[in-house]
């Protein structure tokens, strides 16, 4: 099952902090420790220990799975994705050994790699409250609360997990001090903080795209304005639909299509406010039938 090292660039793509648009606390608290995880003489220095865990949680599409992703590629870190699949299995007793697995190659990687990320995307399938829980499900909260206590200081393995729903739904035990030391709330983003997005978002594009993809002239501060509401996975959506009708345009028309201009984009949001409005109206009709 997990037979090979899994690097960070296995998270799909390397981010860099200027990719990541709002969330500006948890941005810089993770920011900061990946400076002070370079300096692990000076936890000795001051008898203090690095977090053993992190746990981000929030409403989807805000940008979590990103600062995770930005966070191991500032530490250079190796990450080791825990793929839900590989733990929950039909046979009886064999979920908790496959997430033993994955603690074991952890430790085993911090050894050879000198640190290691366990990444939990979507904890709560492993953490939820035990009470009312099937009797599968309450060894495999078990196991983990089990490996989290047996990390020590120097094991060089950081466990962060993230999580759409609120706190008090996962396991109490879980949450408290020594296992996920640090927590870090992701709401939907400010004006401004969607402002920052469109940003990032779009220089991230054109640092991977093969033209130059965006108008310098762009009014980041009117986009920002009028996505009220949106997640940082609707504006992202926003920039991909842009980018496809150019390259539409392109394909029909056999000619290059003009950059992404604040145009393109107000004409894009309004579009998509129209069609999630209409899968509202008929979600509502069909609760109401």
Known sequence: MMEQEVKKEELEEILRWEDVGGCHEAKDELVNLSKELAYQK???????????GILIYGPRGNGKTMLVKAFASACSFPVIP????DIWTKWYGESPKNLQKYF???????????AAILFFDEIDDIVLKRSGLHEEDHKI??????????????????????????LTQLDPAT?????????????HPTAAERTEIFKAQLKYRERYATVENFMDSMNYQHLGEIS???????????ID???RKKMRDEVHTLKNSPPISTDDLVNQIDRYNKSMQVVKNKKIGFQND
Request: net charge positive.
């Open 42 to 52: 000076l936890y000795q220095r001051w008898n203090c220990k690095p977090p053993k």
């Open 82 to 85: 825990v793929k839900q699949s």
């Open 104 to 114: 074991s190659k952890a430790k085993n990687l911090a050894k050879k790699r000198g």
């Open 141 to 166: 909260v078990t196991t983990f609360l089990r490996n989290m206590d047996g990390l020590r200081a120097d094991s060089g393995v950081y466990v962060i997990g993230c999580t759409n729903l609120e």
């Open 175 to 187: 949450i408290r001090a020594g296992r996920f030391d640090i927590k870090l709330c992701i709401g």
């Open 228 to 238: 009220e509401g949106y997640s940082g996975a609707d504006i992202a959506e926003i």
């Open 241 to 243: 639909r842009v980018c």
